[in-house]
């Protein structure tokens, strides 16, 4: 599953009897390196989170166990992603649109992010992104 706006990127996996590990490093496993790192969890059955795009910034996004569904939109493709592997991370570039829902019971959702919080990088309404899209800014 790959296009010009997002990607799934697969970790490594180092097998041991004792468990598995994965690791992940900026700017080697993931295309940036990581300024950012959050995690969604406890998320109440039927919510959604997301709803918004971003003017700069790239994340990865793993389900670090559970599993979720990602709505991806880049203004011209729409594609719904489930991710429920924890060695599976989605790899979004600016001007995503993401909603994310369908949250199943005990989910964490990881997200490794290229740049500290900004507020001013976020589109939140659904019609300014797609103006923005129609015009070119910001890709």
Not at 37 to 47: F, H
Not at 69 to 76: I, K, Q, S, W
Not at 103 to 108: D, E, H, K, L, N
Request: proline share 2%.
């Amino acid at each position: 599953m790959r296009n010009d706006s997002w990607s799934l990127i697969q970790f490594p996996v180092v097998k041991d009897d004792r468990g598995n590990l994965t690791f992940i490093e900026g700017a080697q496993t993931v295309p940036f390196d990581i300024k950012r790192v959050y995690y969604l969890y406890d998320v109440p059955g039927g919510a959604h989170r997301g709803g918004h795009a971003h003017k700069d910034l790239e994340q990865v996004v793993i389900a670090a166990s559970g599993s979720f569904d990602l709505e991806l939109d880049d203004g011209h493709r729409q594609q719904t992603v489930t991710l429920n592997r924890s060695y599976y991370g989605l790899y979004m570039k600016n001007m995503v649109w993401r909603g994310l829902g369908n949250f199943s019971s005990g989910a964490c959702c990881l997200v490794l992010a290229s740049q500290h919080y900004l507020e001013a990088d976020y589109i939140r309404d659904f019609d300014e992104f797609k103006r923005l899209v129609s015009s070119g800014k910001n890709k």
